[in-house]
Structure formats: C-alpha cells, structure tokens
C-alpha cells in the first residue's frame, strides 16, 4: 500500500496502481488535447482546422479561442446586446406572412424556400444559420449547361 | 483604428467615400476587376477598364493619400461569352507587370455554369504560369454553396497553385469550412442585405478563428457601405475583442496575404 502524494488516494497493489494511472489519463484528456493542439496555434492555428476539424467540446473551443485572443461574451451579454434587434426582426418576417397571405396569386417556389427555412430555426444545433443558408441553396454538384439571367433570386427553383 | 480594404470597387465610388474612408484610418485600397452593371461590348472596352484601373484610380486615390492596388481578369459575370473571355484574357498579360497589379480577380463562377468554369480554368492557368496571387468571386444567394464547391475543386485540380496565395470571398456559414479546410484564406463581405452583416462576421471568427481570415466592404455601384470594415470593428468592441485581435483581422490579415506579392508594400513599412 503507498499514498499517491498529489492526490492522497491510497493504492493498495500494482494492478490498482495501473487503473488509477488509466482514470487518471482519462480524466486528463481535455488538457492532453489542447496541449497536443497548442503546439499547433504557434505554427498556424487553422493548421489544426484544416487537419482536425473545429474542436468539439465547448470548453476546448473556448481555451481555443482564448489563445487566438478571440473573446466570446456571456449569454447575458449577448442577450441584451441584440435582443431587442432580433425581436424586431422577428415581428418583421411575421408581418411579411401576413402581407403575403393577405395577397392574391399563384404559389412561389420563394415562398416554399422561405417556409422550409423557417423550420430549421427550431433546431437544437446551434447551426441554424447554416441550415437556413442550405435551405435556400441549390443542391445540385454538376455545371449547369447555360445560363439563362445573370441574377440569383435567392431560392432555389426547385425547393417543393 | 488602421485598416485595409482588401476588396472595394471603387471606380464606383465618389471622392467622399475616399475621404471617409482615410479618415476612419484606411491605410490601403485593393480594387478587383468586375462587371460594370452591364456587359461591356469587346475587348477593347477591357483595355480601357484595365487603364482605368491601373493608371486613372490610383492617382485619384493618391489625392487623398490612400494606396490603391489593383487585381485583374474578366468577371465571371461576363464569361458566359467564352470568345469574348478569350480576347480579354489574351490582353491581360501585358498588364500584369503594372506596379499596382497584385494579381488574378475576383474570378469565380456567377451561375454555375460549363462555360463560366471554362473560363475560370483559363484563369487559374494563367495566373499559374505567370505565379500571380488569386481572389476568389463566390457566387451571390442559391448559387454560392454549388459555385464555391465547384471553384474550390478547379484550383485543387491545379498542382501548380499554393492553397495559401488564394483568398475565396464571400464566404458565408455554409462555405466557410469549405474554403478553410482546404487550405485557401476566406474573406467575408461586409454588406447591409446580403452575404454577411457585422454580427454574423463576428459570429464566424468567434466559430473558426481569426488566422486565414479577413474582412471587407466590397464596396461598388449597389447597396454597400465602403466603412462597413471600421463599423464592424467598432461591433467587435462592443463584443469585447481585444483590439490586438481586431487590428489582426482588419489590418494584419490582409498585410500578411497581400504581401505575397512583393508589390504591395505600404508607405509606413518602407
Ligand atoms: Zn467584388
């Protein structure tokens, strides 16, 4: 039996020492990775996006951002900092149904691209801006033949 | 608060946006080549844009000490016309070795279409041959995430192109990643209805860093804002970045990509 001097958890044998090292590791994990990351931030810090993706965890994210001196605000800050303005504009896109529902005419395929980026604002992702974005894209990969307008409309004809 | 503008038409702009935009603390202007508004009739009517563009714009700019540079091609807008795009392209060489030419755009694609990609392909082919920077057109709205996907698989294809002398712009949430993951810079065009507003620029640096990235105005014959980079470096202050990082975005980002052609040099760094 010894006591381990940083954390004071006695151990009694070699294979309750060999799983104290391995919880150990594991709880570490987080450090071990941004340790292994910030080797990265001083050679180039999208180096580690191109090769590895945006790290995932919220907290890598944050300590991420902290060593590029990136800030990011509290709820409560960013809350009060654009609430009223996203209200507003919240009561605006509401008033256009309106006016449009209140108009006479044919069906758009405007109109279906903006309903089925409406639906994507409930998602829980916090990628809902993305999703809007994809909504109204095209979704097609190959050249088009020709074209026959110069000017995008914003939808994609083909949205149902 | 010092600046550059990567990215600013400004042959269609009047001199008090110059003013405004020294005085906010723009230390240098880049303009690319772009459609006018209307499709211009021959190649000839290229030679005088690209004279326009590289003797005409920076002395008027110089009357408000601001340095202007400029980059060159046929717009994607007006390469449906591949025999038109062929004559331009035949013409630009002769332009290249200006002092103020910093390199090949903002080429791209507009509708996505065979001959638009053609021609975009004979852009990268010169700017191959001739070792010029790249700036990247991404497609406007329903088209982009299509068009930028397309783009970045024609300057992959071309061996002869390092990822990192080419900035895709116009990048929005959908085709960030696009863009960064291959190794390109990405710009983000600052405007009042579409691509991105201050917010939502923010949002994308808070998400992917500010190292390959930058910001611009885009500023032209539409609805733009030619201070929309300073306005949205005060709405990082609000947001509580750090002004070494905001002067990184607005100011050393575009240094850092710029200065790959040795012909951008700025007064102050000389
Ligand atoms: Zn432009």
Redesign the pocket.
Known sequence: MFTHKLTGIEIANNQMKRQFVILIVFLARPSIWFLFHSGRLDRGIDDGIRRNGIPSSANTLRRWLDAMQVKMMKRQQILDLYFMDARSKLIDLAAFLDRVDRADGEPDFRLGAFRKALSELNREKPDRAESVLLAFSDPTSEPAPSASTKAACGAWPETA | MRFVEP?G?MVSRVTDDYIDMVTAGCEAVCE?A?WAGFDRSSAQGFYDYFCQLTEHEPKRAAKFGLPHFTWLCINPKESENVKLAEEVLAIIPQFLERPTVLGIG?IGLNKNTRNELKVLEQHIDLAARTDQLILV?TPHLEDKRKGTRLIVDAIKSESRIRPERVII??VEEHTIRIALDAGFWAGM?LYPESKCTAPRAIDLVEMYGNERLWMNS?C?WGVSVPLAVPRTALEMRRREHRPDAIDKLIYQNPVRFLSQCPKFKLPAAT
Do not use: R, V
Request: glycine share 0%; charged share 25%.
């Open positions: 990215h038409h690319p772009f903002e057109h712009d116009h065009t885009a032209d």
